[in-house]
């Protein structure tokens, strides 16, 4: 999942840079002569594939990470066998689904021979497929980030049950409710479900906002246009244009997203890896203790042992003498 993850970062990257570098280099070359920013249809679908693809991998991957976490809660055994082949096929089934999804929303007349000027997924004909798409996306998250919340919950109570359990009951004996599998199992659900909330609750905002705000600049506009004199109905022409216009400028919304993601991302993962680097110096540090004192334990039975022959040869010594 991680390795995935770091994947699709790559790609979404690359494919924004690229497609920036060729809108750049095409808007420098032009001239009022050959109209260098005009591109094939199927160019405009290869430049933003890549970063397309990306939009419904975050979404999926949070879904699917969300999954694994919920067998890990209640298949621990399996999990800890099959956690392998579990992320594989969860990596593959959301590869095919988002491939299959971007296809359908920006890709059905990807080879057609159209010229176009403006190369992002809500120009015409693509906003409604466009529309639906985010939609859905929206809708994974939220649920995402729902089931992040209820997890959490029940991993956090669970985790308090047995540490009072322990506490109350089984002081004599604690290793008949503690189990190391289980603690840590719930110990790695706390920490996951700890980046994965945020960064499903971010995206979610983000989509909504986005999504909102393409609505409203779809609608507005036509009631606008149908509630205005006269003297702007020559815009009923370029009312689908327009709007395909205003509402392909707030992309950079949904760009801005993905970066402010996969920085939450970073540093999560780093706040993550700093503390199990904590946890297991403590480990370390606590083992180095546990054998320094078992060490000087052993010396000191030694010594007083010797201690305890001396005495008794003493006291024979005086006796016999």
Not at 9 to 22: A, D, K
Not at 211 to 223: D, K, L, M, P, S
Request: charged letters at 20%; hydrophobic letters at 45%; aromatic letters at 12%.
């Amino acid at each position: 999942m991680v390795f995935n993850l770091a994947v699709i970062t790559v790609i979404h990257s690359l494919g924004v840079f690229v497609q920036n570098v060729v809108y750049l280099f095409n808007s420098l070359r032009s001239t009022p002569d050959n109209c260098a920013t005009v591109i094939s249809n199927a160019f405009c679908g290869l430049l933003r594939a890549p970063s397309f693809y990306a939009v419904p991998m975050f979404a999926f991957m949070h879904m699917t990470m969300f999954i694994e976490r919920c067998v890990a809660y209640v298949k621990r055994d399996e999990y800890e066998r099959q956690s392998n082949k579990l992320g594989m096929a969860f990596v593959l089934l959301n590869w095919i689904i988002c491939i299959s999804l971007s296809h359908y929303t920006i890709g059905v007349d990807i080879f057609s021979n159209i010229p176009r000027v403006e190369c992002t997924p809500t120009l015409s004909p693509y906003i409604r497929t466009t529309a639906l798409f985010y939609l859905a996306c929206v809708f994974v998250d939220a649920l995402t980030a729902i089931g992040d919340i209820i997890l959490w919950i029940q991993v956090k109570r669970e985790s308090n049950a047995e540490q009072w359990a322990m506490w109350i009951s089984n002081k004599t004996n604690p290793t008949k409710t503690y189990s190391l599998s289980k603690a840590y199992q719930r110990r790695e659900n706390l920490r996951v479900l700890g980046i994965m909330f945020p960064i499903a609750l971010t995206f979610t905002t983000g989509h909504l906002i986005y999504t909102i705000a393409g609505n409203r600049t779809y609608h507005g506009f036509g009631e606008f246009i149908k509630e205005s004199s006269t003297s702007i109905e020559g815009l009923m022409d370029y009312q689908k244009d327009i709007i395909a216009f205003t509402t392909g400028s707030l992309h950079p919304i949904f760009t801005l997203l993905t970066i402010v993601m996969v920085k939450m991302y970073v540093r999560l993962g780093q706040k993550l890896k700093e503390e199990k680097k904590e946890v297991i110096i403590k480990q370390d540090a606590d083992a180095a203790f546990k054998i320094f004192t078992l060490r000087w334990q052993l010396k000191l039975r030694i010594a007083l042992r010797e201690y305890a022959k001396c005495s008794k040869s003493t006291i024979s010594i005086i006796c016999f003498s």
